[in-house]
């Protein structure tokens, strides 16, 4: 669901992947430290580090995030630092999610963000990540959705939507690996993703 409120001030961010930013809303937290677009700065300190390029921003993949090796200490500080802000700000933090999935930088960081959660009585939302499953449709995404969750046993799954429009201002976003043009239109349907009318169709014969 869209996000009601972005917190602003010594972050912020559209889309953050890297290592630490806390993104909060409905009681949530978004975890990153890598952002597909620009997201400026990081808050455990002023000196240099891994965590942003020359310019103060967080990465924009994961991928350069782990080539620039960074330490767990290092990732560790700055989301204690974000989770703190954010509570100092006045959320009420529930769980925490690693956005873009950048838990694989370091084989140890999975253990140490679940030990991090357990110790801020946080639920780790790495252990409610059951996708979908995959299937073979000829259709729009919509109709695509909707065939996943005819295909899905009974349980709890992860639907994952960054909502958005098919506009400029999405366009002016992404980067060489991910070019606006297709973040404006891949945000567009996974806005349909929970408003579309077929869905919402569907979600009502089915409940």
Not at 17 to 34: D, K, M, W
Not at 51 to 73: A, I, S, Y
Request: aromatic share 10%; charged share 30%.
């Amino acid at each position: 669901m869209p996000c009601p409120r972005l917190t602003r001030g010594p972050f912020t961010g559209i889309g953050a992947i890297i290592s630490a930013i806390l993104i909060p809303f409905y009681g949530s937290t978004h975890v990153t430290s890598v952002a597909s677009s620009t997201v400026a700065g990081y808050l455990r300190s002023r000196r240099r580090y891994p965590l942003v390029d020359e310019k103060g921003n967080f990465l924009q993949t994961t991928q350069e995030l782990h080539e620039r090796k960074p330490e767990l200490e290092e990732i560790m500080e700055e989301l204690q630092a974000q989770l703190d802000e954010a509570r100092s700000l006045g959320f009420d933090i529930k769980y925490a999610n690693m956005h873009m999935g950048f838990h694989w930088i370091l084989k140890e960081l999975e253990e140490e963000f679940n030990s991090w959660c357990r110790k801020e009585g946080i639920i780790n939302a790495l252990n409610y990540r059951r996708s979908l499953p995959e299937v073979e449709v000829e259709g729009d995404p919509i109709e695509e959705i909707i065939a996943r969750l005819e295909a899905a046993e009974p349980g709890q799954y992860v639907l994952v939507g960054h909502p958005g429009y098919e506009n400029e201002e999405l366009r002016s976003l992404g980067h060489d690996g991910y070019p606006g043009e297709k973040v404006a239109k891949n945000r567009n349907w996974q806005r349909k993703y929970f408003m579309d009318d077929r869905i919402i169709e569907y979600c009502r014969k089915t409940e």
